[in-house]
């Protein structure tokens, strides 16, 4: 597993542009500099990662890395806002609840 | 962590903005710019927002080493849609804690730190309850702390109860010298990540690419993932936790590849230089 352009190397570049294009405001991958970057990237150590005395792999386990890290923020988000509670009642509100007014409303 | 003015003014903040919607929400700020950009300034990267120039808390300039983890920030901004979720920015967050330093810490303090706790890293106390929970642990810590030995040619005890295991003056010279090796962003990122993690050996073996970030979470969290088989699994408890684990640790294994990356280039260059 040395080359980046190896399958499994080439299933995590699919995954990373996935989640840019899940994250990003932009609709256009091709306008996210991010995606043109590891793009190219990608194309510069397409041979071997191991040159510029990089250790065999180490380029695929940092798009390994960004991988995780984006999906799993966006999880994280998604999560949140599925359960996010609506924080606390108003006294107001739970005064209503229990058939109470509040002191200034009318009677 | 913040001075006590600054916390004041940020619960102030908070409070004005929370009567305002009836305080029921937190506070967060909307998204004000549209595209997240990065440019070069010597040899320094910044992250822009539009036209404006990312700052940190403390009003510095934020800047960073690489193109690469500047364009990951840009993108990190760019990936807030509505409002700014910053708690949630955890690479944003390491480089502004790397430049601001809140603490006012050095790399001694956050070594020592790891040093310290070492002696409860969570793969070092393995269940004296739960047979299987133990088996469990041995199968899948074991690999784990025979690399850690073998890594840094150190022998580490473990513990079977409540009481710390020892660790050698020895070991903890070994781990001196490899953690003051890292520059202070890099130390920083290295202790968030343990904290996340409760392992100082599991995020060694991230940085080593022993384990993947995943796997690391995944061993940290080994005694609830055994309880979440007889008890169940709940997305916004565990499920939550684990994805938020996940990011911390990738975040910050992404800052020390950074500062790792620019270790070798300097040192190649003033190779060819001499």
């Not at chain 2, 990267?45 to 990951?72: I, M, Q, S, Y």
């Not at chain 2, 993690?197 to 690391?216: T, Y």
């Amino acid at each position: 597993m040395a080359s980046i352009s190896s399958k499994t190397a080439l299933t995590t570049l699919r995954q990373l542009l996935s989640e840019l294009r899940k994250q990003s405001s932009s609709p256009k991958l091709a306008e996210n500099q991010m995606a043109r970057y590891i793009l190219s990237q990608y194309r510069k150590y397409q041979t071997t990662d191991q040159q510029l005395c990089k250790a065999a792999d180490e380029m695929h386990f940092r798009a390994k890395s960004y991988c995780e890290y984006l999906h799993n923020a966006r999880r994280y988000r998604e999560i949140n806002t599925e359960f996010k509670g609506k924080g606390e009642r108003t006294v107001g509100e739970t005064a209503n609840m229990v058939g109470f007014k509040m002191p200034h409303d009318p009677k | 962590m913040l001075s006590t003015k600054f916390q004041r003014q940020f619960l102030l903040s908070i409070l004005s903005k929370q009567s305002q919607n009836g305080g029921r929400n937190y506070a967060t700020a909307k998204r004000f710019y549209r595209r997240a950009d990065i440019v070069q300034n010597e040899n320094k990267w910044e992250v822009t927002l539009d036209h404006r120039r990312l700052k940190t808390p403390n009003g510095l300039v934020f800047n960073v080493n690489t193109e690469g983890l500047a364009r990951a920030i840009a993108a990190e901004w760019d990936a807030q849609h509505d409002g700014i979720s910053q708690p949630s920015m955890h690479l944003t967050a390491l480089c502004n804690t790397a430049l601001d330093n809140p603490g006012k810490l050095n790399k001694h303090d956050i070594a020592i730190h790891l040093l310290e706790y070492l002696a409860t890293d969570t793969v070092l106390f393995f269940s004296d309850e739960e047979e299987e929970l133990r088996l469990l642990q041995e199968q899948k810590w074991g690999p784990v702390l025979e690399w850690f030995e073998k890594r840094f040619n150190i022998k580490q005890e473990v513990s079977r109860d409540f009481q710390p295991p020892p660790v050698t003056s020895e070991t903890r010279a070994v781990l001196a010298r490899h953690f003051l090796s890292y520059d202070f962003p890099a130390l920083n990122a290295m202790n968030f990540g343990t904290e996340a993690l409760k392992s100082p050996i599991l995020m060694l073996a991230c940085v080593d690419r022993f384990l993947q970030p995943k796997e690391a979470v995944m061993l940290a969290r080994l005694e609830e993932e055994y309880q979440l088989q007889r008890w169940g699994r709940v997305p916004w408890a565990h499920e939550l936790n684990q994805v938020e684990l996940t990011s911390r640790v990738a975040a910050s294994l992404l800052i020390i590849q950074n500062s790792t990356e620019l270790h070798t280039e300097k040192a190649k260059k003033k190779a060819e230089e001499s």
